[in-house]
């Protein structure tokens, strides 16, 4: 080999870098190893998970809430129907001297006896002498055959 080759092999094996400030496996660095490398950040992975866990909980928590709201519009309508049955037992079990028609209005009214009496006259219609005791409710009989108090 001649003597310009051996000089060119001898400076190639030189580094004259200090060994200090250079890495081996600069890829394993958890920052850039050049100047112009891109910014690498190392992950809080407690803040993420912190931060996604905390979004699951208002989440979860708006669609409980929802829930809730429709249990609560449900158990109401469940009330109303059951008052329904009620006032509808009551009506049935009351003297009736017609068929009463889907859609129209009727009034419910206790005898002396306490015997109750449906009718299709109104409690202001009676003029001065009414012949019940108590005006109970103004009822419309609803197409299932259930009675709605007014």
Same mark, same amino acid.
Request: glycine fraction near 6%; charged fraction near 25%; aromatic fraction near 8%.
């Given at each position: 080999?001649?003597?310009?080759?051996?000089?060119? &092999?001898?400076?190639?094996?030189?580094?004259?870098?200090?060994?200090?400030? *250079? &890495?081996?496996?600069? @890829?394993?660095?958890?920052?850039?190893?050049?100047?112009?490398?891109?910014? *690498?950040?190392?992950?809080?992975?407690?803040?993420?998970?912190?931060? &996604?866990?905390?979004?699951?909980?208002?989440?979860?928590?708006?669609?409980?809430?929802?829930? !809730?709201?429709?249990?609560?519009?449900?158990?109401?309508?469940?009330?109303? #129907?059951?008052?329904?049955? #009620? #006032?509808?037992?009551?009506?049935?079990? &009351?003297?009736?001297?017609?068929?009463?028609?889907?859609? @129209?209005?009727?009034?419910?009214?206790? !005898?002396?006896?306490?015997?109750?009496?449906?009718?299709?006259?109104?409690?202001?219609? $009676?003029?001065?002498? *009414?012949?019940?005791?108590?005006?109970?409710?103004?009822?419309?009989?609803?197409?299932? @055959?259930? $009675?709605?108090?007014?």
């Amino acid at each position: 080999m001649s003597d310009s080759k051996k000089k060119e &092999a001898t400076e190639l094996k030189f580094n004259p870098i200090d060994k200090d400030k *250079i &890495a081996e496996n600069p @890829h394993l660095l958890p920052y850039a190893h050049t100047v112009g490398g891109s910014v *690498i950040k190392p992950i809080d992975k407690g803040r993420v998970k912190g931060l &996604a866990v905390s979004a699951m909980y208002d989440q979860t928590e708006m669609q409980l809430d929802q829930i !809730r709201e429709q249990v609560t519009l449900l158990a109401a309508q469940a009330e109303k #129907i059951h008052q329904r049955v #009620i #006032i509808s037992e009551k009506i049935y079990l &009351a003297d009736i001297n017609f068929k009463p028609l889907i859609g @129209h209005t009727y009034h419910l009214y206790e !005898r002396k006896n306490g015997k109750e009496t449906l009718s299709m006259i109104g409690p202001n219609e $009676w003029g001065k002498s *009414i012949p019940f005791e108590n005006f109970v409710a103004t009822v419309t009989l609803l197409s299932d @055959h259930t $009675w709605d108090v007014l």
